[in-house]
């Protein structure tokens, strides 16, 4: 399926926990709108959210699952998993499949059951894996990562595959560059970071 927005953003599993990233480039058809569009959000302090697709529609799913994420942990006390804000995303993309919201998400974090990685598609198709590429630039940034890829690996060399493949992405995907956005969350922490290309 073509998504307007064009983009390019992966997410890889580890042990340790999970790395996402995204380019900025905020592109329509040929024109590029904003070279500093944010694909990639933190969701909680150990959920994190990044996507490819329509800028405004991302947007709105991260602002929206935020709130209901704050609401959900307020009204119970307790913290929310990485599947059931997965789950809470992919229900609210199918109540729009009739005018979906042009959106691919990946969602990943941390929790008592261990680092988790989600993909889901516009309506809210809900898959688990150890790694992905969505957007425009996946099948370049795919198969940076499948070379590279092993669950073993640290965070750091996680890390390093996200960027490689979504630098190779931008070389050769016009609808994705302008520097790339990391969120990396372990049992430790989350570190947000901006890389020049």
Do not use: C, W
């Not at 995204?22 to 070279?35: Q, T």
């Not at 998993?81 to 995303?89: C, P, T």
């Amino acid at each position: 399926m073509y998504y307007y927005g064009g983009a390019t953003a992966v997410g890889l599993r580890v042990n340790e926990g999970v790395v996402l990233g995204a380019e900025r480039r905020f592109s329509y058809g040929g024109f590029i709108l904003s070279k500093s569009a944010r694909k990639v959000y933190l969701i909680t302090d150990k959920i994190g959210m990044a996507a490819a697709g329509l800028v405004a529609d991302i947007q709105a799913i991260a602002k929206n699952i935020r709130a209901e994420i704050k609401y959900y942990e307020l009204s119970v006390e307790k913290k929310v998993s990485v599947r059931a804000v997965s789950k809470l995303i992919a229900n609210m993309l199918y109540s729009y499949k009739f005018m979906p919201l042009m959106s691919e998400i990946l969602v990943g974090g941390v929790d008592d059951t261990g680092s988790h990685l989600y993909i889901m598609d516009p309506v809210g198709s809900l898959i688990e894996d150890d790694y992905a590429s969505i957007g425009t630039g996946a099948p370049i940034a795919i198969g940076i990562i499948e070379s590279s890829y092993n669950k073993n690996m640290s965070i750091d060399e996680a890390r390093d595959i996200v960027i490689k493949s979504i630098k190779a992405a931008l070389s050769r995907d016009s609808m994705s560059g302008d520097g790339i956005d990391i969120l990396i969350i372990t049992y430790k922490g989350y570190k947000e970071e901006f890389i020049r290309v």
